[in-house]
């Protein structure tokens, strides 16, 4: 079965400094990996996605993620962080046909000026 | 591109009447869409699969007569939630699958709130 594990519901930075969102994975076979991201009253909006190429991906407005099979994680991390990047953030794993889209529990940013 | 639409955005009724939610996809066909629901503070939960031509396929769980799923055309599914009660109160989320792009990413529509008095 596929599940994902945000591990911290809310995450607090100052402007400018790193961002580091935790996700652990389980999947029975090699998994599809994405992050999206929803602002207020926004819709869903992918920021990445890992489907068994590069394990360092990269995804809009500077942020990265890098699939590790050993340790199970797809953490998304971000140089500096903006004002903008306050949201809530979604680790999901897909079933092989894409299909089934399984989401963590969310993270919320939290970006103090 | 690939933008999906909901409507409305946000709806009040009273118990025991039946609301209707619509999503489109605006510039991209869609042989699947997916329903989701997101409760406070908690994940989006997959509730069916929704596919233009044929029966939705439900998950475990989810009552198929309370939620009544239409797929009449590429580009359109309907959500109908029957005899609503206020434990339906929730927001609703929309995906679709882009046809030409069949096992990718699935895109999202901006979702409605639901509130049942």
């Known amino acids: 079965a596929q599940s994902v594990t945000q591990l911290d519901s809310h995450v607090s930075v100052s402007e400018g400094t790193p961002v580091l969102l935790r996700c652990n994975y389980s999947?029975?076979?090699?998994?599809?990996l994405f992050w999206y991201v929803q602002h207020p009253n926004k819709g869903l909006q992918l920021l990445l996605k890992?489907?068994?190429?590069?394990?360092l991906v990269k995804g809009i407005n500077g942020f990265e993620a890098e699939f590790k099979k050993s340790e199970t994680s797809f953490h998304l991390t971000k140089p500096s962080a903006h004002m903008s990047d306050a949201a809530e953030y979604f680790c999901?794993?897909?079933?092989?046909?894409?299909?089934?889209?399984?989401f963590g529990s969310g993270t919320k940013l939290n970006v103090k000026p | 591109g690939a933008v999906v639409s909901q409507h409305p955005s946000r709806v009040i009724c009273k118990s025991g009447t039946s609301v209707k939610i619509e999503c489109r996809s605006l510039?991209?066909?869609?042989?699947?869409m997916f329903w989701y629901r997101q409760f406070p503070k908690k994940s989006l939960m997959l509730m069916a699969t929704?596919?233009?031509?044929?029966?939705?396929?439900?998950e475990q769980g989810v009552e198929k007569d309370k939620f009544l799923i239409n797929h009449a055309s590429l580009t359109l599914s309907t959500l109908t939630v029957t005899s609503a009660h206020p434990e339906d109160s929730s927001f609703y989320i929309c995906?679709?699958?882009?046809?030409?792009?069949?096992?990718?990413?699935?895109?999202f529509g901006p979702g409605t709130r639901l509130t049942v008095l």
């Open positions: 999901v794993v897909s079933d092989r046909n894409f299909n089934k889209f399984y």
């Open positions: 510039d991209f066909q869609a042989t699947t």
């Open positions: 890992y489907t068994s190429a590069a394990t």
């Open positions: 999947s029975s076979y090699s998994p599809s």
């Open positions: 995906s679709a699958r882009d046809n030409r792009v069949p096992y990718n990413e699935q895109f």
């Open positions: 929704s596919n233009e031509g044929s029966k939705a396929t439900y």
